[in-house]
């Protein structure tokens, strides 16, 4: 888990996979993220951190452009994904949801079966009414489930409706597995293992550690144990505004700001 | 210890109070139904068969079937349904999926729900100026139809707006983060899991089509008709009409006849009624978010 400033022998640093400048966002009159700037880098696990209502949520839901269809939120600024501004008029959000995929609190399987479920982002962004070969679609469902560590456990029952007979933690790790059919680069996760129990946390966490290399990571937390353990940096934010982002270690360890020790240490939040 | 204090006597007893007051409340509304199906059935029974539900009255309307009113009453219930189904549920979609959460939306609501109420003979009137009138469908069960259709979308947008409330936004949530369009996500996710929904809501407008007079009245329902309609552009006859001719404006009618027609025209009610009930019982049975 060592940190992500190991540049390798003098290349160009990579692009960052988010990079977030001067953004604001307001919810009608009120302003819930105040001039953001920050580069999420691209390959590693980034925990997002802060108190309940300072924005962590917005912000991570601002990355994909699902806030707009809420009708009354006005932004300004700049978020680019892997170099590309994703508030550009030629960009169609759609495009920008299969590249950055969005993992809920609460599993939200879809009331279809386990099956339609992995395939449910393919077959939009690929089926033009024209239908999915059954092989294709059964090598497509196999091998997300796998990478999600799903596979052995609903193999035998993929026609099984996806809301009921799985436990919390295989339905979130299936809510992961649907995103990666569509071969997403970002994934961003709003305190996913919040709803589960000690072992499901551990286990979807192991399954994050495990996606690690494949994807580039943001995830919104509320456990302090959990970010420490599982992200390679760490950015804590209060009241709409990022106050600190380093390597995890680091912003464990010696934290730059008077906020975050107060905070990492539970004396607020 | 833990005897009863004063208190919990005094409680047990409003408690037996309140009990028996619902319980006398429930009876007042249960049984005059109770009676009129009773009459119904006792008076009507013996003369519905076969060939009463599929000859023509005879005699004046004073023996023989029922067969053009029942088959007039399908004919309007259809028709109406062909052009408020569609209408009512894109409204419902518009509103539900696709409206801005802001005050006309809310407004547009409360008016559709107002209208809900409004009295089946101000329909009646509308039917008559608009459809009769203004488009010259002349009076027929196209402009009897349209007028059903008009009385019953209210309802049937609301409750179809209210069973597409119904399916959790967080379904949404993961199909529009997926990249689905809004349609895509009606589509595949909002429509199949309130279809349920909507179509209880559509059945019950069903029987209340079947059941009003004033609408189809002055738009296209006659008294008497030797003929049976060959198409929309038709006068035709209908059950609830029928059952006020027969009942108040022939005489010499036996008085097994109006019962016999008020018979079949609850038995439709209560079929479609139960239709609507099994729908939604399957479907409570089947939903488990
Ligand atoms: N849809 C919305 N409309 C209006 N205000 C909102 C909306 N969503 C969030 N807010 C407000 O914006 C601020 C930030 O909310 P957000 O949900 O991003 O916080 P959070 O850091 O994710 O909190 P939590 O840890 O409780 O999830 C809060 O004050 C919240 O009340
Ligand atoms: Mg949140």
Same mark, same amino acid.
């Given at each position: ?17 988010? *990079?977030?400048?001067?953004?604001? &966002? ?10 953001? #700037? ?19 949520s917005?912000?991570l839901r601002?990355v994909d452009?699902i #806030? ?5 939120? *006005?932004? *300004? =600024? ?17 495009? &920008?949801r299969k590249q950055v995929g969005m993992v809920f609190q609460r599993p939200n399987p879809l009331p279809i079966s386990i099956r339609d479920n992995v395939l449910f982002g393919y077959r939009i962004h690929?089926?033009? /009414?024209?239908?999915?070969? $059954?092989?294709?679609?059964? =090598?497509i469902v196999e091998e997300a489930l796998r990478q999600v560590l799903l596979w052995?456990q609903v193999?035998?029952r993929l026609?099984h409706k996806a809301t009921d007979g799985l436990s919390l933690e295989a339905m979130q790790k299936l809510c992961i597995a649907r995103l990666l059919p569509v071969k997403p680069?970002i994934l961003l996760m709003d305190e996913p293992c919040s709803a589960l129990d000690?072992?499901g946390t551990a286990a979807v966490e192991e399954l994050i550690w495990e996606l690690?290399?494949r994807y580039?990571i943001l995830i919104v937390t ?48 | ?5 004063? @208190? ?17 409340? &429930? ?57 408020? @189904? ?15 959460? #802001?005050?006309?939306? $809310? ?6 729900? #107002? ?53 959790p936004r967080s379904f949404r949530e993961a199909c529009w983060n997926m990249g689905a369009?809004?349609?895509?996500t009606?589509?595949h996710v @909002? ?9 209880? /809501? ?50 010499? @009618?036996?008085?097994? &006849?109006?019962? =016999? ?27 488990k978010w």
């Amino acid at each position: 888990m060592s940190g992500p400033f190991l540049s390798s022998s003098g290349a160009p640093p990579p692009e960052p996979a988010i *990079r977030i400048r001067e953004f604001n &966002l307001w919810y009608g009159t009120f302003q819930a993220l105040f001039d953001i #700037n920050l580069e999420i880098k691209n390959g590693l696990i980034t925990s997002l951190i802060g108190p309940s209502g300072c924005g962590k949520s917005t912000l991570l839901r601002s990355v994909d452009r699902i #806030n707009e269809r809420l009708g009354y939120v *006005r932004i *300004r =600024g700049s978020i680019e994904v892997f170099g590309q501004e994703i508030h550009a008029p030629q960009v169609e959000p759609a495009q &920008l949801r299969k590249q950055v995929g969005m993992v809920f609190q609460r599993p939200n399987p879809l009331p279809i079966s386990i099956r339609d479920n992995v395939l449910f982002g393919y077959r939009i962004h690929h089926e033009k /009414g024209g239908r999915l070969a $059954r092989s294709e679609a059964d =090598g497509i469902v196999e091998e997300a489930l796998r990478q999600v560590l799903l596979w052995d456990q609903v193999k035998d029952r993929l026609d099984h409706k996806a809301t009921d007979g799985l436990s919390l933690e295989a339905m979130q790790k299936l809510c992961i597995a649907r995103l990666l059919p569509v071969k997403p680069s970002i994934l961003l996760m709003d305190e996913p293992c919040s709803a589960l129990d000690p072992r499901g946390t551990a286990a979807v966490e192991e399954l994050i550690w495990e996606l690690r290399d494949r994807y580039s990571i943001l995830i919104v937390t509320h456990n302090m144990a959990q970010a420490r353990r599982a992200s390679d940096e760490c950015v804590f934010m209060l009241m709409g505004r990022v106050v600190e982002h380093a390597p995890t270690d680091q912003l464990f360890v010696t934290p730059a700001h008077r906020e975050t020790a107060d905070y990492i240490e539970g004396r607020f939040g | 210890m833990f005897e009863a204090t004063s @208190v919990n006597h005094h409680n047990d007893r409003v408690q037996k109070q309140v009990k028996i007051l619902f319980g006398i409340m &429930l009876a007042l509304l249960i049984i005059p139904m109770v009676v009129i199906v009773a009459t119904l059935l006792i008076k009507g029974s013996p003369i519905v068969n076969l060939s009463f539900i599929f000859e023509d009255p005879k005699d004046g309307m004073t023996a023989g079937g029922i067969f053009p009113a029942l088959l007039g009453t399908i004919w309007l219930v259809a028709v109406s349904l062909l052009a408020s @189904v569609p209408l009512g549920v894109a409204a419902a979609i518009y509103l539900s999926e696709y409206a801005p959460d #802001n005050l006309l939306t $809310r407004l547009i609501h409360l008016a559709t729900i #107002n209208l809900a109420g409004v009295p089946s003979i101000v329909h009646a009137l509308f039917g008559v100026g608009a459809f009769v009138v203004f488009f010259r469908f002349g009076t027929s069960i196209l402009a009897a139809s349209l007028t059903l259709a008009i009385m019953t979308l209210p309802v049937v947008i609301v409750s179809s707006w209210e069973a597409l409330q119904s399916v959790p936004r967080s379904f949404r949530e993961a199909c529009w983060n997926m990249g689905a369009t809004r349609w895509q996500t009606i589509w595949h996710v @909002v429509l199949p899991n309130a279809i349920t929904g909507i179509l209880t /809501g559509v059945i019950l407008q069903v029987s209340r089509a079947a059941g009003e007079t004033a609408p189809i009245m002055f738009t296209g329902a006659a008294m008497f008709l030797p003929f049976l309609p060959n198409s929309v552009f038709d006068q035709t006859m209908a059950l609830a009409l029928h059952l006020f001719v027969v009942a108040t404006q022939v005489p010499n @009618v036996p008085e097994s &006849l109006p019962f =016999g027609v008020a018979l079949v025209l609850v038995g439709i009610v209560l079929l479609m009624n139960s239709v609507a009930i099994w729908i939604r019982l399957r479907l409570r049975r089947k939903k488990k978010w």
